[in-house]
DNA sequence: GGCTAGTTGCCTGT
DNA sequence: ACAGGCAACTAGCC
């Protein structure tokens, strides 16, 4: 009982890994045993299946592995990767290999912290010790909680520096480089017997060389092979996964140019340039092949080093951090923070479901080519800019087709690279003012909004290519252009290319209006708890664009509110 | 009870 | 580039 084992799930790093040192610590102290230090992944099918992570993220978590073996052979050691339900797992290959200790980094998803406490106790049982440490976020949320004092979360951004101004940065003084982690496995690694027995016989641990060594995706690609053709392609993917290419990138995006980091204004970036405007680090934050506490650490000391002025949170890179965190706390401390039933601060809103509405915003096929040219560009590439994401998820709910939130999320959490459970439902409520954000009606607009960063339509160009040939001023409304002209360019709008879905200017407004009954429904439950009211599915003809409408319905539950409030 | 601020809306006019 | 109208939201703080 005398080895040691280190369990990565998200943290697939080397870099300021404090559980991992812990290990390091734990073998180091033995004396005498051969003692041994495992590092092991488990590929669980509760999200390894086609059906929970698209082919993009799992080609990346793969990638990921393989750096972090690649890594560990150079030192004498490797990873483990197994398959099946890491309870049954791990334990069973723990006793084997007579780990006494075993390590890993906190993460506070619902589904993780629910299998980590089975964990602790099926090692408990076994007389194995569990060593843990908060590295995925900058801050502990269960210590922020604690200073919070409220039994849920800060959900405003102005509260949540507040919090974290009263509590302070933690202190990130020697947070460990790679090579150093390295020399230190190395050093354990000498002389282990470990690693030469395990070269007998067939090796069930190795990390899957590609999707294709995965039945489940194998049957996938056979049975859709033009919705997998962009993985057989032999070009190299866009964003590689591992740390190693996460500390290539924040090479290349953050200590190349301090300039950028110090002037950078989130606002100000561009949601459709061809090439991404802003760092593209969130995959490997979320994988935690950088560590986000290392890279807090980087931008507050570019920000010191750099004489003037540099920006500020909410918009400066350091103010993007900062909303992970201020997702993450919201995740932690939110019951069904995934979902809109039972989610204490999240708007009940009787969103509508339209299978075909649904369907033709996921394809890609809204017949508005900037929404289009979003959704094909997360389907075939798992990356969109922030306000690309904006401008689709507003769409998909609040602005046009009215469909819920958390269907959209599903979809972003299939395809994203770095979908991420606290920011991706997170965001989705915000964006369909279901929390966080309330002002519902700033409406995006499918077609004005992204001509002010792409005036010429290049990103429909590239995205949507039926189009390539429109000229500019009908790229983003092709509808509209002559039948001539869509004969010249040889895309006819509803035969080559959809037309629109429906009418933003109609749909929006009659959505703003039952945004406004579904408010004033949430309003009187908060005010009256005893009456169990659910919002009332409402027609968007029937409350319609007429204002007199809109004020009968508005005015007279402003004093059954006052009545209801003068009661105390 | 009132006031203010809120990561990034759109449109028109200057 | 920026201001104001649009018709008007909520949370947080006083």
Redesign the pocket.
């Given at each position: 009982m005398s080895s040691s084992l280190h369990w990565f799930r998200k943290g697939l790093r080397l870099h300021d890994n404090p559980a991992l040192a812990k290990a390091i610590e734990h073998v180091r102290k033995q004396r005498g045993n051969s003692p041994h230090l495992y590092f092991l992944f488990v590929l669980d099918p509760w999200f390894a299946s086609p059906a929970k992570v698209g082919p993009n993220r799992y080609r990346f978590l793969l990638e990921s592995l393989q750096d972090l073996d690649t890594s560990l052979r150079g030192v004498g050691s490797r990873l483990h990767v197994a398959k099946g339900d890491p309870v049954e797992v791990l334990p069973r290959l723990a006793k084997e290999w007579s780990v006494g200790t075993v390590t890993w980094e906190v993460d506070t998803e619902p589904y993780a912290r629910d299998r980590d406490e089975k964990m602790r106790q099926r090692l408990s049982s076994l007389g194995i010790s569990v060593d843990t440490c908060v590295s995925h976020t900058i801050w502990d949320m269960s210590a922020l909680m604690r200073a919070w004092g409220k039994s849920l979360p800060?959900?405003?951004?102005?509260?949540f520096l507040?919090l974290v101004a009263k509590v302070g940065e933690p202190i990130l003084k020697d947070l460990s480089s790679r090579e150093e982690v390295l020399q230190a496995i190395g050093e354990l690694s000498e002389g282990s017997r470990a690693t030469k027995k395990e070269n007998k016989g067939v090796d069930e641990y190795l990390v899957p060389a590609s999707l294709l060594d995965l039945p489940a995706f194998r049957a996938e690609l056979e049975r859709d092979p033009k919705e997998y053709a962009h993985l057989l392609s032999s070009r190299p993917p866009l964003f590689p996964g591992g740390e190693s290419a996460a500390l290539a990138r924040f090479h290349d995006k953050i200590t190349r140019q301090p300039q950028w980091v110090r002037s950078f204004?989130?606002?100000?970036t561009s949601p459709n340039a061809l090439e991404p405007s802003t760092t593209v680090l969130s995959p490997y934050l979320k994988f935690g092949c950088l560590s986000s506490r290392f890279l807090w650490k980087q931008l507050t000391d570019i920000e010191k080093e750099g004489k003037g002025k540099h920006s500020a949170p909410?918009?400066s890179l350091r103010?993007?951090m900062l909303?992970r965190e201020f997702f993450y706390i919201n995740s932690y401390g939110t019951p069904n923070y995934a979902k809109m039933v039972g989610n204490p601060n999240c708007k009940q809103i009787p969103w509508g479901s339209d299978e075909k509405l649904f369907d033709a915003w996921k394809r890609g096929e809204t017949g508005f080519p900037f929404i289009d040219a979003i959704m094909t560009q997360l389907r075939t590439e798992g990356w969109i800019h922030?306000?690309a994401r904006?401008a689709t998820a507003c769409f998909l709910t609040r602005g046009d087709l009215w469909q819920s939130w958390e269907k959209g999320a599903q979809v972003f959490d299939l395809w994203l690279l770095d979908a991420d459970f606290a920011m991706n439902n997170g965001?989705w409520q915000?964006l369909s003012a279901s929390c966080?954000?309330?002002?519902?009606?700033?409406?995006?607009?499918p077609?004005?909004?992204g001509k002010?960063t792409d005036p010429n339509g290049d990103y429909i160009r590239k995205y949507v290519p039926q189009l390539s040939k429109y000229p500019k001023q009908y790229i983003f409304e092709p509808w509209k252009a002559p039948a001539a002209l869509q004969k010249s360019c040889g895309c006819i709008i509803g035969k080559d290319y959809p037309s629109p879905i429906v009418d933003h200017d109609v749909a929006s407004k009659a959505n703003m209006a039952k945004m406004?009954v579904a408010?004033?429904a949430?309003?009187q439950k908060d005010t009256m708890p005893h009456v169990n009211k659910s919002p009332r599915p409402s027609e968007g003809g029937s409350v319609g664009t007429n204002?007199t409408a809109?004020?009968e319905e508005?005015e007279p539950k402003r004093k059954r509110m006052?009545a209801a409030?003068?009661k105390r």
């Open positions: 800060p959900t405003s951004y102005q509260s507040g204004e989130k606002p100000m909410p918009v103010g993007q909303w922030h306000l904006h965001n915000w966080f954000f309330y002002q519902y009606f700033r409406v995006y607009s077609v004005a909004f002010k406004n408010y004033s949430n309003k204002d809109g004020e508005y006052k409030t003068g």
